[in-house]
C-alpha cells in the first residue's frame, strides 16, 4: 500500500474567474501535507494557475497577483474594437511571459493539458504541446469578454464551455489519485463573512478618489453577484452574460464529475467573489487554502 504521507497526485482545476486563485491555496496545502503533484489539468483560470505551477514559477505568479490592484486590472485590459471580444488579452498575456517566461509545454517538468473549446467544430481540444501562453489565453477566452484564438481551421474560446472540472486528460496518468478541485460549489450563505475573515492577511486599501473612479469602473465589468441588499439588483449585458456562463458551467460541471468523478473533490462555493475579483487575491488564496485543509482532515478521519 502507499504510504498516505505521500502520494502522487493528478490534480484536475476547474475554471470560475477570480475565484480561481483558489487553486494556489489548494497547492499550496497539498505540497505541505506531502501530495507530490504530478500531472494538472486545467481550464481558463485552472490552466493559467495549473501552467504556471508546472512552469515552476508559481510563487512569482503569487506575489504577483497577492499585489494586483484594481488600477492593474484597469491597465491590463487592451480593448478590442472588433465585435467577437471586449479584451484582446495580449498585455495580460505579454505582461505573464515576462514574469514566467515564453516556455513550451512539452519542456515543462510538470505534465500539463490545457482545456479550450473548438466553437467552429464544436468540439473540446486538449492543448498539451506547444508555447504555454498559447494554449493558456486559448483556454481562458471568456466568450463576450477576450477575443476567441484562431486554432488550424477553427477558433478556440474558454474551455469551461464544453468542460469546466476536465477530468478526462488525466485518465492515463500513473499517478496515486485524482483530486479535482470544483469552483462552481453549492452557494455559502457566509461567503461574504468567510471572505471578510480571509481579508485579516490584508491587499493593499486605496481610498484615492482615482482609485474609487476606476473601482466603480472594474464594478462594470463584474457580475455583481452579491447583489444589494434591500436594493433591485441591476446587471448590464455583461454581468447578465456572465451570471448564464457561471449557471451553464456549474451544470455542466456536476454532470461532468458524475459521469467521470475523480478519487477526490474539493469545492470552492460560486459565490465567493466576483468573476473579476483579482485584487482580492489573499482571501480567495486563503479560502482556497482552508477547504483543502477541512479536505485534508476528512480524508485522513476516513482513512
Not at 23 to 39: F, M, N, T, W
Not at 81 to 86: A, E, F, P, S, T
Amino acid at each position: 500500500m502507499t504510504n498516505k504521507k505521500h502520494k502522487t497526485v493528478s490534480l484536475v482545476l476547474g475554471s470560475g474567474g477570480a475565484r480561481g486563485l483558489a487553486h494556489i491555496g489548494v497547492i499550496h496545502e497539498l505540497q505541505k501535507a506531502d501530495y507530490e503533484i504530478k500531472s494538472i489539468s486545467g481550464c481558463s483560470i485552472g490552466a493559467l494557475v495549473g501552467g504556471v505551477f508546472a512552469a515552476g514559477r508559481l510563487h512569482e505568479f503569487e506575489q504577483w497577483v497577492r499585489a494586483i490592484t484594481k488600477v492593474d486590472i484597469l491597465a491590463l485590459m487592451d480593448i478590442s474594437w472588433g465585435k467577437n471580444g471586449l479584451i484582446k488579452g495580449d498585455r495580460i498575456i505579454n505582461t505573464l511571459v515576462d514574469l514566467v517566461g515564453d516556455k513550451k509545454i512539452e519542456d515543462l517538468p510538470v505534465s500539463f493539458t490545457a482545456v479550450a473549446t473548438d466553437i467552429t467544430h464544436e468540439r473540446e481540444v486538449w492543448l498539451s504541446s506547444g508555447p504555454l501562453f498559447d494554449a493558456i489565453r486559448a483556454s481562458m477566452s471568456l466568450p463576450l469578454f477576450f477575443t476567441p484564438v484562431k486554432h488550424g481551421k477553427g477558433f478556440l474560446i474558454d474551455g469551461g464551455v464544453l468542460n469546466p472540472v476536465p477530468i478526462a486528460p488525466t485518465f492515463r496518468d500513473k499517478t496515486d489519485m485524482t483530486i479535482a478541485v470544483h469552483l462552481g460549489g453549492r452557494k455559502d450563505r457566509d461567503s461574504v463573512s468567510k471572505l471578510e475573515k480571509a481579508g485579516k492577511l490584508k491587499n493593499p486599501d486605496n481610498k484615492s478618489p482615482m482609485h474609487e473612479k476606476i473601482g466603480k469602473f472594474i464594478s462594470f465589468l463584474k457580475s455583481d453577484e452579491d447583489g444589494n441588499k434591500g436594493k433591485e439588483k441591476k446587471l448590464g449585458s455583461l454581468g447578465v452574460a456572465n451570471q448564464a456562463f457561471d449557471t451553464m458551467q456549474s451544470t455542466i460541471a456536476r454532470q461532468k464529475l458524475a459521469a467521470y468523478p475523480p478519487d477526490a473533490t474539493i469545492e470552492i462555493s460560486r459565490n465567493i467573489c466576483g468573476t473579476m475579483d483579482f485584487d482580492r487575491a489573499a482571501e480567495i488564496i486563503e479560502i482556497g487554502a482552508e477547504e483543502t485543509r477541512n479536505f485534508l482532515s476528512r480524508l485522513e478521519g476516513s482513512a
